[in-house]
T-cell receptor, first 114, second 113 residues
Framework: NAGVTQTPKFRILKIGQSMTLQCAQD?????MYWYRQDPGMGLKLIYY???????DKGEVPNGYNVSRSTTEDFPLRLELAAPSQTSVYFC?????????????FGEGSRLTVL | AQSVTQLGSHVSVSEGALVLLRCNYS??????LFWYVQYPNQGLQLLLK??????LVKGINGFEAEFKKSETSFHLTKPSAHMSDAAEYFC???????????FGTGTSLTVIP
């Protein structure tokens, strides 16, 4: 019963490097989300997807890209990492629309950009 | 646009005392409201949700929240705090038109033995 799995859990990047945060869910959920969490700021939505092949921007999409080629996977790509992208990133999924359903979160990926 | 405001970024209570975490919302349409809990080094999990049924909502671990439209509030309470309640609590409101949640900035609860 894995739920939402995120990898890696920790990563240190140098400025200008790129990387992909992986997210996979085994609950056959249509909706998937990427959030970033910064101290005192709560969670901000980066991108979301309502199904395979469909993605849309959230509140803070700049500097990130996503793809959704399968129902299970929703990777987040960071191009040209900047110190402002130091954060904890959470992937989440839901079966129903978020206004009626429950979001299931992964355990997070802590990224530091130096 | 919808938003939530959580009053008090840090709350401390003694073990056995009442827990009260405050949340006020702003919404131009009837909202759906949620409380999530985050234990250290973990993701968020749903405590309870209000989706226009009963105004007093009961959740897991003895928590409950009351929707008060006149006060635009959705405060979280628990009659008697337990050490295991120490965590970060987030209030959230849903945007029905855009399939998104909006989270508050969180309240860190400390339980003093």
């Amino acid at each position: 019963n894995a739920g939402v799995t995120q990898t890696p859990k920790f990563r240190i990047l140098k400025i200008g490097q790129s990387m992909t945060l992986q997210c996979a869910q085994d609950m056959n959920h249509n909706y998937m989300y990427w959030y970033r969490q910064d101290p005192g700021m709560g969670l901000k939505l980066i991108y979301y997807s309502v199904g395979a092949g469909i993605t849309d921007k959230g509140e803070v999409p700049n500097g990130y890209n996503v793809s959704r080629s399968t129902t299970e996977d929703f990777p987040l790509r960071l191009e040209l990492a900047a110190p402002s992208q130091t954060s904890v990133y959470f992937c989440a999924s839901s079966y129903l629309k978020p206004n009626t359903g429950e979001l299931f979160f992964g355990e997070g990926s802590r990224l530091t950009v130096l | 646009a919808q938003s939530v405001t959580q009053l008090g970024s840090h709350v401390s209570v003694s073990e056995g005392a009442l827990v009260l975490l405050r949340c006020n919302y702003s919404s131009s349409v009837p909202p759906y409201l949620f409380w999530y809990v985050q234990y250290p080094n973990q993701g968020l999990q749903l405590l309870l949700k209000y989706t226009s049924a009963a105004t007093l909502v009961k959740g897991i671990n003895g928590f409950e929240a009351e929707f008060k439209k006149s006060e635009t509030s959705f405060h979280l309470t628990k009659p008697s705090a337990h050490m295991s309640d120490a965590a970060e609590y987030f209030c959230a409101v849903s945007d029905q038109s855009r399939n998104q949640f909006y989270f508050g900035t969180g309240t860190s609860l400390t339980v003093i033995p």
